[in-house]
């Protein structure tokens, strides 16, 4: 037996370098955005940086599926956010009246989130907006293209 084989003997080779620390820190990544943190946040608290989790995404088509999936999780959790949001009741001041300022600041949570939303998912949570016009009397009639020539 050479030396080359004798090193190699009982050694189980990686298939690439930190790969089992790079499925437990993806693993993370994933189940804190599952839980409602962004990816910013959920690389933050993995102990990775985003651009880092960004080139393993682009390197991985089975982890990019996955964070696809993730996303979609955290965008709905984010959807039943503002449901919960518009539900809750907002509280009373000591005195018996409405606390105005909270009202405000549930309102400013709810538009951001949906605005993020819309952002997010457009064709899911997106505002729909629909030009039709009659078949006898057409929105556009006829376009031309002019073309000036100085």
């Not at 693993?27 to 910013?40: E, I």
């Amino acid at each position: 037996m050479n030396t080359k084989e004798k090193k190699t003997q009982g050694i189980v080779k990686r298939t690439k370098p930190g790969s089992e620390d790079r499925a437990s820190v993806t693993a993370l990544v994933l189940q804190g955005m599952r839980n409602g943190l962004s990816a910013l946040k959920s690389c933050e608290a993995a102990g990775v940086h985003q651009s880092t989790f960004n080139t393993w995404l682009n390197d991985d088509d089975a982890l990019a599926a996955e964070y696809a999936r993730a996303r979609e999780d955290l965008i709905e959790r984010m959807a039943q956010e503002v449901l919960e949001l518009s539900d809750s009741d907002v509280g009373f001041l000591p005195d018996g009246k409405k606390d105005w300022a909270a009202v405000q600041k549930h309102k400013l949570q709810v538009d951001t989130r949906k605005w993020l939303l819309s952002k997010l998912a457009p064709k899911k949570f997106g505002d729909k907006i629909e030009v039709s016009g009659d078949p006898a009397n057409p929105l556009v009639q006829r376009i031309e293209r002019v073309i000036v020539k100085a």
